[in-house]
């Protein structure tokens, strides 16, 4: 085992720690892959410095590097690696906006909804929205391009990063694009790094464009006889909006809402549309008129409206709960796949099949107005049996979206857990590239390893 008192030297006093209990309480992220490992040692850097100290320390001594945040990842892309040093950004804070070019500096640590709150100060809007916005890290959301409830009008991450600070494996730090909004020199590399999950180097600031406050939104949900019905509606909706939200619960979904938040939710329900315009003026009459008749016309039961913010804001939780709500019944894994629109509809009923094939509980969420869908599948980790027909079921439902043409993962990364999917979606010659570009600028392999490659 490598000996790390030569990093503890190099940096200051407690930022490098080796104290079990702590090491045991990183070992995981939110996907608790089983096969997690324990770190060699965990860095909590408060600076660029110190985040460049630590990788040529690492790159040094061969030592892997996995990065991680605050640990929310639902793919597994923050596991612990045994004899890796994990470097946690967490402790990396503060936030700088400047509202002449409407852009936020960011250090990684910072969560997205800290982000949201700076803006607010100064009467803008940072419009990526996680679910987990409250707990979730710019910096994370960054490495994985996290989209959210709003993108199917305003955009996922990558839509909204500008600039970047990155330390690659060598310890250099490299700034990438800025404050400016149209920038064509050179490759595209900002891009590159947003959702390459730390396989090319450590964000250590992220500067992002903030918008003009958010228009007050009208709030339509519509309840339906079946998933079927409401895709079908999604479909009519966005063959001719794009609304604000266009989110979707299923039957399971929204008892496990309504078990948490007793809310009133129609429990036999087949599924639920949540839909919010914020078009201003006769724009925003005319959105919601047509969402209402769009439900309408695919046979929901009830269709509600509302231009009260609270009402509004009570579906959205509604929804954004959905996941700790489906996993009070059982261990979850977590699906993140997505389609063309137009396949959307017999995505929601092959997954429905594969559930029954292998005799487990799904439930489905989805952003459905980008055809982003979240199946929850419900298992028992202590029944061999039923934790063998889960995993099938992930892996069936990964083949599908692959075969209709859609992606393995919409907003949450590859990670560790789904990596064996990816060379089936991009092809051999996408995964060459890959590797030559991670070769490139990591040759060693020491950032987080088992990750996509």
Avoid at 259 to 284: E, F, H, K
């Amino acid at each position: 085992m490598v000996d790390v008192s030569t990093l503890r030297a190099a940096l200051p006093e407690t930022m490098v720690v080796t104290d079990p209990d702590i090491l045991a309480a990183y070992r995981f992220d939110r996907a608790e892959d089983p096969t997690a490992g324990t770190p060699l040692a965990l860095v909590r850097p408060h600076t660029t410095a110190d985040v460049q100290t630590a990788v040529r320390w690492c790159a040094e001594h061969r030592v892997p590097i996995i990065t991680r945040g605050a640990g929310t990842s639902l793919s597994g892309g923050a596991t612990a690696v045994s004899g890796a040093v994990m470097i946690t950004t967490e402790k990396m804070r503060g936030v700088q906006v400047d509202t002449t070019t409407r852009t936020a500096a960011c250090a990684p640590g910072m969560l997205n909804a800290e982000v949201k709150a700076a803006a607010a100060e100064h009467g803008l809007w940072y419009p990526p929205d996680p679910s987990s916005f409250e707990i979730c890290t710019i910096g994370g959301n960054a490495a994985t391009n996290a989209g959210g409830l709003c993108c199917v009008k305003y955009g996922v991450t990558v839509d909204y990063v500008l600039g970047l600070e990155v330390v690659l494996a060598d310890g250099r730090a490299v700034r990438l694009g800025g404050k400016q909004l149209k920038d064509s020199a050179g490759l595209s590399l900002t891009r590159l790094f947003v959702g390459s999950e730390g396989l090319l180097g450590i964000l250590t600031e992220v500067t992002v464009r903030l918008l003009p406050p958010q228009p007050a939104a009208c709030t339509v949900v519509g309840v339906f006889p079946t998933v079927r019905a409401a895709s079908q509606a999604v479909l009519a909706v966005t063959a001719q909006t794009r609304p604000a939200m266009l989110e979707f619960m299923d039957h399971t979904s929204i008892n496990a809402v309504e078990d948490m938040l007793n809310m009133g939710l129609d429990r036999s329900a087949g599924a639920m549309l949540i839909a919010q315009s914020d078009a201003p003026g006769p724009a925003g009459v005319a959105e919601v008129a047509l969402i209402e008749e769009a439900f309408r016309a695919h046979q929901a039961d009830e269709v509600f409206t509302t231009d009260d913010p609270e009402e509004g804001e009570a579906f959205t939780v509604a929804r954004r709960v959905a996941i700790p709500a489906v996993e009070r019944r059982g261990s979850l894994l977590l699906e993140d796949v997505g389609v063309p629109l137009p396949a959307l509809p017999d995505l929601v009923d092959g997954v429905a099949a594969i559930a029954a094939d292998n005799r487990v509980t799904i439930a489905v969420i989805a952003h459905a107005g980008d055809g982003n869908t979240h199946p929850l599948i419900v298992f028992d980790p202590t029944d061999a049996d039923e934790a063998g027909r889960a995993q099938l079921a992930f892996d069936q439902i990964m083949g599908l979206a692959v075969e209709m043409g859609g992606t393995i993962t919409g907003e949450h990364g590859v990670g560790r857990l789904k990596k064996g999917w990816l060379p089936a979606q991009v092809g051999a010659d996408v995964m060459e590239l890959t590797a030559t570009i991670k070769q490139a600028l990591d040759p060693h392999g020491l950032l987080n390893p088992g990750v996509m490659l």
